[in-house]
Nanobody
């Protein structure tokens, strides 16, 4: 069974940093796309950053502040978030699109990030 377990959320002041982790279980290939999405109160879930072989993509709102990385040996993807702003507040979800399972999309349970002004 596939499971994605996020950790690392919390409360931080404006300008602070947090590092999110997402540990995946199941059959994960290095070519699978993994990423982070977030959902602010009253808003739709939006993509933050994705990573695949040789490719990373970021939402314009986080470019230069966030960095996505992965450790394929640990099946873990990270999101380093620096210079946090109140508008970064939301529930952050890990996502994986896994080729072994027919390119099905899987989601973690989410971790809360709150940035105080």
């Amino acid at each position: 069974q596939v499971q994605l377990v996020e950790s690392g959320g919390g409360l931080v002041q404006t300008g602070g940093s947090l590092r999110l982790s997402c540990a995946a279980s199941g059959t994960i290939f290095s070519s699978d796309t993994m990423g982070w999405y977030r959902q602010a109160p009253g808003k739709e879930r939006e993509p933050v950053a994705t990573i695949s072989i040789g490719s990373t993509n970021y939402a314009d709102s986080v470019k230069g502040r966030f960095r996505i990385s992965r450790d394929n040996a640990k099946n873990t993807v990270y999101l380093q978030m620096n210079s946090l702003k109140p508008e970064d507040t939301g529930v952050y979800y890990c996502n994986a699109v896994l080729n072994y399972y027919g390119s099905k999309s899987y989601w973690g349970q989410g971790t809360q990030v709150t940035v105080s002004s």
